[in-house]
């Protein structure tokens, strides 16, 4: 199943270049009081919500899925994981960029993985907004992971059981010697969309093509087996230091041929088996 998000507000899910409105489907969510738990509230409902949807799908209305303005699947969740320097290939671009303030840290597996605060997430249709235009902002292409069902000091065999699904993200990074988390915590620096394939549709994350353009001109090209830290093994890496909520959003790091963009710019980002999305550039 594509399960979206559009127009803000609508549940959908996509087939064969049509949204169908499954907003009905949210109906089966629970009232919820204040203080609600962490986690974005439909994956931590996810089978409740997924069997909504299986009921409500049949008579839902359908519309083309170039008239509906995609935002990011995952609208709360409470925190977005980033893998650090995490495709071979980008790390000996790192070790070379003289923008890097951080060559000891681009062993994954001694660094670790940082987070980027949840606010910064939008979906395509958002686009990206710029607010240091003297500074280099870079695009960074990425498998993203969303997480199903709490997820605490998961192995990686049974890690995967913990997704809810795929999407394609952007991490947005502005370059300088700041904290990593302070420079891609920018209002709309976590593009994730322009929809979530469920894991049982992509049973295997480890060899997607993925790739991305700015303007048509090729910049990213790699493919998922070459991760350093598989999907697997960072949801064990991940949950050794904290539970995974549900809607928890898990970016898997970025291949070499990360590059500037400016406003007017447009950025398409294609994952094999997911799907392609069209990000504008904008000055904040
Ligand atoms: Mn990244």
Request: one cysteine or more; a negative charge; aromatic letters at 8%.
């Amino acid at each position: 199943m594509y399960l979206c998000r559009f127009n803000r507000d609508r549940l959908g899910v996509v087939e064969e270049g049509v949204v169908y409105d499954v907003t009905a489907a949210l109906d089966a969510l629970p009232h919820e009081r204040w203080p609600q738990p962490f986690g974005d509230a439909l994956f931590r409902h996810w089978d409740t919500v997924r069997q909504a949807i299986r009921d409500v799908l049949p008579t839902a209305v359908g519309q083309s899925a170039t008239a509906v303005d995609f935002y990011a699947p995952v609208a709360t969740p409470s925190k977005i994981v980033c893998a650090p320097v995490n495709y071979l290939d980008h790390r000996n671009e790192a070790d070379a960029d003289p923008a890097n303030f951080y060559h000891h840290l681009n062993k994954i597996q001694e660094a670790g993985l940082f987070l980027k605060s949840a606010s910064a997430l939008v979906g395509p249709s958002e686009g990206v907004w710029l607010r240091h235009l003297d500074r280099r902002n870079d695009h960074e292409l990425e498998l993203a992971v969303v997480i199903g069902r709490t997820a605490n000091r998961v192995s990686r065999e049974n890690a995967l059981s913990y997704v809810a699904g795929y999407a394609i993200g952007l991490d947005m990074t502005v370059r300088g010697p700041e904290e990593r988390s302070f420079r891609k915590s920018i209002d709309s620096f976590a593009v994730v969309g322009p929809w979530m394939v469920t894991a049982d549709d992509l049973p295997d994350p480890s060899q997607l093509d993925i790739e991305l353009t700015v303007n048509g001109e090729p910049r990213q090209q790699a493919n998922t087996r070459d991760l350093i830290v598989d999907v697997p093994g960072l949801i064990e890496m991940a949950s050794r230091f904290y539970a995974l909520n549900p809607g928890d959003i898990i970016l898997t790091g970025t291949p070499a041929g990360v590059g500037p963009v400016v406003p007017g710019d447009t950025i398409e980002a294609r994952i094999a088996g997911i799907g392609a999305m069209r990000v504008a550039v904008n000055a904040a």
